[in-house]
């Protein structure tokens, strides 16, 4: 565990005030900081994480799962749990590599944004322009669609469009060049519509306004100024990896590692990042203002900031039924009214693995969990996180108590 403490640069010295001066202006007090666990809520908070993480471990019957907690530019916890592979034994640690699947989206806005800052790309910039043989059967909505759009979900196609065609191995240019065969259900940027082969044309767009591949850009502008050695896109990277995690399925009542899936990581916008906890740890404390030289607070501002209602967020697990009041999506983010509170969060999931990661920047949180099943049980983890963090009602949001009829975890 790593804590370290961010200082303020002395203050300046006053400078002699002008002789036509009336009078000084009144101070005026900077709003209270919201408040920060102290010492010991920081150590309860981790070692609760970790003994309900060993327990879904236990009683799930194995795999493995890696954990971080940060608050501000202190590391809490961050540690691997279980194994990589059921089959080898083999630990996970905070080097293991896993896939992030949908986190991978957080990478794209946030690269995209620094590209706008340096004038290389705009947010209204429309595809058409950059992209000329791109269509959709709305001409209008063709000739309007801009890169905060595609960031924002905002294209106008039904959900999650083509994802079943891109599973059955349909290559990423054809499935873009049928998205013009698909009727609308709206107007570009008028509402929200989760996409991964439109959201994965912000990298055609970043080749077309830099010459460079999009994976590329994100390893030279976050990876590598973030200290992020061990993150990668693509399978290849995953097996390439010094350790890597195994995704696991259920197969006759146990999990049961299998290769990983090539389908969603020929979209690496979308879905293509690989990385270990520490890694995340990284990126999760920049994106809580820690690492102003690489993502400086205008960045930050503008891609948490709220573009398209997604009402329904607020249905499924129990702690989005009780907790949120509000939801919207971003530039690769979800941000949440999380009882009263900003929460900046994304999950993702795709054979064998899932990922959750909140973020609470009034507070200098962010949490992060990631495991190799497709059990829906850890990411109970964050919300009791929050919880706790927040001093809200405590609720079993794990729910180990709970299982399924066949007398197994979920």
């Known amino acids: 565990m790593t804590t ?11 400078a002699e005030p002008l002789a036509t001066a009336t009078a ?11 408040p920060r666990l102290a010492r010991r809520e920081q150590k309860a908070l981790a070692d609760r994480i970790e003994r309900l993480a060993e327990r879904i471990l236990r009683e799930a019957g194995g795999s493995g799962m890696a954990i971080a907690i940060v608050q501000d530019d202190a590391v809490l916890l961050e540690r691997g749990f279980g194994v990589t592979d059921v089959g080898s034994g083999e630990k996970v640690d905070t080097d293991t590599v896993f896939r992030l699947a949908s986190l991978s989206k957080a990478f794209a806005g946030t690269v995209a944004a620094m590209l706008a800052q340096e004038g290389a790309l705009q947010w209204d910039a429309r595809i058409v322009d950059h992209l000329p043989a791109f269509k959709l059967r709305n001409i209008h909505s063709a000739q309007t669609l ?8 905002r294209v106008g ?26 009727d609308p259900v709206c107007e570009a940027g008028e509402c929200y519509g989760y996409q991964n082969i439109a959201f994965s044309l912000i990298g055609d767009m970043v080749f077309a306004t830099t010459g460079d591949f999009y994976t590329h850009q994100v390893e030279k502008r976050i990876f590598h100024p973030l200290g992020m050695y061990t993150a990668t896109y693509g399978r290849d990277g995953l097996e390439a990896s010094a350790r890597w995690a195994r995704p696991h399925i259920r197969r006759n009542g146990r999990w049961t ?6 389908t969603y990581y020929r979209i690496p916008p979308a879905a293509g990042v690989n ?35 997604t009402p329904g967020e607020l249905g499924g697990s129990a702690w989005r039924r009780e907790r949120l009041r509000d939801a919207h999506y971003a530039l690769g983010w979800r941000i949440y009214d999380y009882a009263g509170h900003t929460l900046v969060y994304h999950g993702g999931a795709v054979q064998g693995y899932r990922a959750v990661m909140g973020l609470l920047p009034e507070r200098g949180f962010g ?14 983890l964050l919300a009791t996180a929050l919880d706790q963090v927040l001093k809200l009602p405590q609720r079993d949001w794990v729910q180990l108590d709970h299982q399924t009829p066949r007398g197994r975890l979920r």
């Open 4 to 14: 370290l403490l961010v200082g303020l640069p002395a203050a300046l010295p006053h």
């Open 24 to 34: 000084a202006a009144p101070a005026v007090a900077a709003p209270p900081s919201p």
């Open 146 to 153: 801009s890169v905060e759009d595609i960031l924002s979900h």
């Open 157 to 182: 196609l039904p959900y999650n469009t083509f994802d079943r065609l891109l599973e059955q191995d349909e290559p990423y240019p054809l499935l873009v060049a049928k998205l013009g065969e698909i």
């Open 257 to 262: 590692p299998v290769r990983p899936k090539e």
């Open 275 to 309: 990385a270990s906890v520490h890694d995340l740890s990284l990126w999760m404390r920049a994106h809580l203002g820690q690492a102003p030289e690489v993502m400086d607070r205008a960045l930050l501002d503008t891609v948490h900031a709220p573009l398209v209602a």
């Open 367 to 380: 949490m992060v969990v990631l495991w190799n099943s497709e059990s829906g049980v850890p990411g109970g």
